[in-house]
């Protein structure tokens, strides 16, 4: 299982929620949870991006947060509620397991340490949304942009990606030239080549450095909730 909430589970446990995960492609833009829409679904990413936004009335996007192959999308569901305010949709195409919601819950009562490892993956995803709002408040936009664009490269198969500037713009609560600026600079220190909506990372080390504290802080805390036994 490439899904880290589903690797290392016991056999028996493993066992029990196989035969309700299906294999699905995650297509670009797919939307897999709607505004205040019941979520029949829960996504268990292999590969690719789900983005997690917010649509305020002025129709502006933003997002919030983002789902790799750590996590899952649906987690309205195991906190007793059936719907969210947000939208999720596939930022990134990939691939993954798609399972009945109903279905799934039924089985969580079963499988207890499943059970526990979605708790912590929701305490891990909160400290990425928290994260994310600290460092859209303290951090420049190119160090901020760097910090995504190494957490888009750490879920998706070999070095490029499809990514545009929009997307870019939402992802960081910033309008578009000051992204174009942003990309532009990482570019010119030879960290990523950006052409057409295509971003190739080609200096990963060096793209690190010039990332703010928050990509090592948001993934050391995934590694450490999803290690613990």
């Not at 979520?39 to 990413?45: D, L």
């Amino acid at each position: 299982m490439d899904n880290k909430l589903l690797a290392k589970l016991p056999a028996r446990e493993l066992d029990l929620i196989k035969p309700h995960l299906q294999s699905v492609d995650l297509r670009y833009m797919q939307v897999l949870a709607e505004t205040d829409e019941p979520i029949n679904h829960m996504y268990f990413p292999t590969r690719g991006v789900l983005s997690m936004v917010n649509e305020p009335e002025d129709g502006d996007i933003v997002e919030f947060a983002t789902v790799g192959n750590e996590g899952m999308s649906g987690v309205p569901l195991l906190l007793g509620t059936s719907t969210m305010p947000s939208r999720v949709f596939v930022q990134v195409e990939g691939a993954g397991f798609r399972a009945d919601a109903k279905r799934m819950l039924d089985v969580l009562k079963e499988t207890p340490i499943f059970h526990a490892r979605l708790m912590r993956y929701i305490m891990a995803l909160l400290n990425q949304v928290a994260q994310g709002a600290s460092c859209n408040r303290l951090h420049e936009v190119q160090e901020r942009c760097a910090r995504w664009l190494l957490h888009t490269h750490d879920r998706v198969n070999g070095e490029s990606f499809v990514l545009t500037q929009e997307f870019l713009s939402q992802m960081l609560g910033v309008h578009r030239p000051t992204v174009t600026i942003a990309a532009r600079m990482l570019q010119q220190a030879g960290l990523i080549r950006y052409s057409r909506g295509q971003i190739e990372v080609i200096d990963r080390p060096g793209l690190e450095a010039a990332a703010c504290p928050c990509y090592r802080l948001i993934i050391d805390q995934y590694a450490r909730l999803l290690d613990e036994t």
